[in-house]
């Protein structure tokens, strides 16, 4: 009976309950997207781009984190 209670604790409570339980729980009660992703649309996608300063600058950030770790 303990490890039932202590299970049922660590539930969502979109698990443990049907419906919301307070007004902050309706917010975010069906997280569901709204749209399904599409990676293919030009208009909702933005892939990461790189140019040669950014590759520059990726590689700077790196050396950098890499000799402050051997510190």
């Not at 049922?8 to 007004?23: I, L, S, V």
């Not at 990676?39 to 790189?50: E, M, T, Y």
Request: proline fraction near 7%; hydrophobic fraction near 30%.
């Amino acid at each position: 009976a303990f490890l039932k209670i202590i299970n049922g604790a660590r539930k969502e409570p979109t698990k443990k309950y049907t419906h919301p339980q307070t007004e902050n729980q309706e917010i975010g009660w069906i997280s569901t997207p709204l749209v399904i992703p599409d990676r293919s649309d030009r208009r909702l996608n933005f892939p990461r781009q790189q140019c040669e300063i950014t590759k520059f600058m990726e590689a700077a950030w790196r050396l950098k984190e890499q000799t402050e770790n051997l510190r």
